[in-house]
């Protein structure tokens, strides 16, 4: 994308920059109505502007404010027209017929069309693993006319507008022709969508803020907001993120009314908020956040999977979850890929993980799969966005637990956009790539093994990572095309099994976090895995 992702970009990273931030990015509102501005400081700065190219939650947030989707979810998690004004489905359950609502423009003025969508489709349909499912059932998907396109399927399939709803990685977002036939390998070069919000890119300070600005062409619904389905009205002019990467740094500007929301607070700060007058405490997501350690499967020492089943004895989720989190009542250890609680949760396979061994005896095991995938001293090095509390402390458990196996481990600390590109490159460790980093998943994702990109085993259409197992793979279209609960849960037993024999993905527990707001902002809408800010005004 237009280098927007590209290249030195460093986040402030002191109490003095912070306030120097807040100090700059106030005069752009100071002749406006302050109660028309919104500052919230989100989990991290956005580097990469391509909802299809990227899977990071901060770059799926900032789809829902610019582009808008086809589908989307309600507080029920079920998939409600948006986009779309009207739609059918053949008898024989194989033609999907969808025509668009009227008063759709792109934020250049041009009319959104069926030609847009289809293209937009077929984009997310390569990187995303629900829309490489979907396209893997595809005959045709074509646009009939301006406003209306089929999409006619090889076998029924009960997933669809539910693929083109989800809130997370990858989001089915919609682009006009020119963006949407760039290569899905490629990022966008502008950032064009038809959303609630525009970017602003000449007010975009690299490193210190993001901001949108209302969309006045923007035709919400006629529905109330539901999750993040209904009409999506947007009642603040103006909507700023503020990078501010210190945590005690951005805790003190929301007790100052300086900011107004702040996404991640860390657990050992939230006791000081929710006495903070002004301040409100709350969980926005319902269904929780997954913890994922992902190794590289390309590279050695983890391209062996008994390297990687070593790794399972390393981690031991009650000690990343106290260094992460702390609090019994947030966190939860948790053997399951498809999350514990979920209709699809099972621990299957995960007895490494569940194990309660003295740490010498779970090394001891570790140490005894090394030496069976021929381990020799290979460099491992870890990802470490070191401004990300959560992420960092989670690195250090691992480094900590692999030095005692033995391995050669190595922390490169670097900001979460930065690791967010690096985690695309594919050379040996030593020469720029990486063998592990540590991320999450929001809950609702992650009980799907449809949507649940992590749990692909494509190869190369999978996830950074590239876990190849054509087993995995024929279990999750199993998974897809079954017709009944009991149905899908037996296979979704059968994935656990073989992702955790094949170390798809490590989970590292389970965890809530909850959000601080001012409480002059009114509005706020509970979204699993998502954080969404039409409805939301300043009073």
Not at 170 to 199: E, H, W, Y
Not at 285 to 305: A, D, S, V, Y
Not at 462 to 471: S, V
Not at 495 to 522: C, F, H, N
């Amino acid at each position: 994308m237009r280098q927007l992702a590209e290249g030195g970009v460093r986040l402030l990273a002191t109490t003095a920059g912070a306030a120097l931030l807040l100090a700059g990015s106030s005069a752009p509102s100071q002749a406006q109505d302050a109660n028309k501005t919104i500052r919230a400081v989100m989990q991290a700065d956005v580097k990469v502007f391509d909802p299809i190219f990227n899977t990071a939650d901060i770059t799926s947030f900032h789809s829902m404010m610019v582009f808008d989707m086809l589908f989307a979810m309600d507080k029920d998690l079920a998939a409600k027209p948006q986009m779309v004004g009207q739609w059918s489905l053949s008898e024989d359950g194989l033609t999907y017929t969808f025509t668009l609502r009227d008063g759709l423009k792109w934020h250049d003025g041009q009319p959104v069309t069926a030609e847009d969508a289809v293209l937009s489709l077929k984009r997310w349909g390569v990187r995303d693993g629900a829309g490489q499912q979907l396209m893997k059932l595809t005959r045709d998907l074509a646009a009939v006319d301006a406003k209306t396109f089929k999409l006619t399927l090889s076998e029924p399939y009960g997933l669809v507008l539910d693929s083109f709803a989800k809130p997370s990685a990858n989001v089915a977002a919609m682009m006009p022709k020119r963006l949407a036939m760039t290569d899905p390998f490629q990022q966008i070069p502008d950032v064009i969508g038809s959303g609630p919000f525009k970017f602003a890119k000449e007010e975009w300070v690299p490193g210190s803020k993001i901001v949108y600005l209302k969309n006045t062409d923007y035709v919400p619904r006629a529905e109330p907001p539901s999750g993040i389905a209904g009409g999506k009205v947007a009642k603040a002019d103006r909507v700023e993120w503020v990078v501010m990467p210190d945590p005690q740094t951005a805790a003190s500007a929301l007790t100052r009314g300086e900011v107004d929301f702040f996404e991640q607070p860390p657990t050992d700060l939230l006791p000081m908020l929710r006495a903070a007058k002004g301040v409100k405490v709350e969980t926005l997501n319902p269904l929780g956040t997954e913890g994922i350690l992902r190794l590289n499967h390309l590279q050695p020492p983890f391209n062996n999977p008994k390297a990687r089943q070593a790794v399972l004895w390393m981690v031991n989720q009650k000690d990343y979850l106290q260094a992460m989190i702390g609090d019994p009542q947030l966190m939860k250890v948790c053997g399951a890929l498809l999350v514990c609680g979920s209709s699809m949760g099972s621990e299957a396979g995960a007895e490494a993980l569940l194990s309660t061994l003295p740490e010498n005896e779970r090394i001891a095991k570790a140490k005894a799969l090394l030496a069976e995938a021929g381990y020799k001293g290979e460099l491992v090095v870890l990802l470490d966005p070191a401004e990300r509390p959560r992420f960092h402390a989670a690195n250090l458990v691992l480094a900590a637990a692999m030095k005692k196996a033995g391995i050669n481990v190595q922390i490169d600390a670097m900001d979460w956009g930065t690791l967010v590109t690096r985690r695309a490159k594919k050379e040996p460790p030593g020469q720029g790539g990486w063998s592990a980093f540590h991320t999450s998943s929001g809950g609702l994702e992650a009980s799907n093994p449809a949507f649940h990109i992590a749990i692909s085993a494509g190869c190369d259409k999978a996830w950074f990572g590239w876990p190849c197992d054509a087993e995995v793979e024929k279990l999750r279209t199993q998974w897809a095309l079954a017709r009944s609960l009991p149905e899908r849960q037996k296979v979704a037993e059968a994935i656990q099994k073989r992702a955790m024999e094949v170390v798809v993905y490590i989970p590292y527990g389970q965890w809530s976090s909850p959000v601080a707001y001012r409480d002059t902002l009114k509005g706020l809408i509970a979204v699993p895995d998502s954080i969404v800010w039409w409805n939301v005004e300043k009073m």
